[in-house]
């Protein structure tokens, strides 16, 4: 039943009732009595489920709204990532080794440095590469263990030559 019905119930009941008392006929005070505590229980059991519902309501738009800061900080926090990458370049600065080097206009006065690319494209991670000596021939990625060479190993210094077997002999 909807609300008007159940209160246009409850007048018919309390005019029922006052109807009733009128006429000091017990029998009939009591039956109108039960019908308006009857129509009274239906009432109160209607507001509290409005009551329910708007609780519902306001809680599910509660949650709604959390969801939708949560998901606008997740794209702000994606904007200013990709703002952030957009300062590197890809590089090959050693044949066959591809990085992410720092634009020179884009520093602000960082040092010069590098990120690993598999770490951006597979993980949306900023990565930067720690050279593994001070000469920079080898630098690893902190996050996914690659290696990336900038620079050729020294040459080995020559062997001496292989004693002969002339000056084995005693
Ligand atoms: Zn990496």
Do not use: W
Not at 16 to 34: F, G, M, P, Q, R
Not at 120 to 128: G, Y
Request: hydrophobic residues 35%; glycine residues 4%; aromatic residues 8%.
């Amino acid at each position: 039943m909807d609300v008007m019905g159940l209160f246009s119930g409850l007048t018919q009941g309390f005019s029922a009732y006052k109807a009733a008392v009128e006429t000091l006929d017990e029998a009939k005070i009591s039956a109108a009595t039960n019908e308006l505590t009857v129509q009274l229980a239906q009432v109160g059991a209607h507001v509290f489920a409005m009551h329910e519902k708007a609780t519902q309501a306001a809680d599910r738009e509660a949650t709604a709204l959390a969801r939708i800061r949560d998901l606008e900080e997740q794209v702000r926090e994606l904007e200013k990532r990709n703002r952030d990458f957009s300062r590197y370049d890809l590089v090959e600065d050693y044949p066959g080794t591809f990085t992410l080097r720092i634009k020179e206009v884009a520093r602000n006065g960082e040092p010069l440095h590098y990120l690993c690319p598999s770490c951006r494209d597979n993980k949306a991670v900023k990565s930067i590469l720690q050279f593994q000596d001070s000469k920079k021939r080898l630098a690893g990625c902190p996050a996914c263990k690659t290696q990336y060479r900038f620079q050729d190993e020294p040459a080995r210094k020559p062997r001496p030559p292989l004693t002969t077997v002339g000056s084995m002999r005693r």
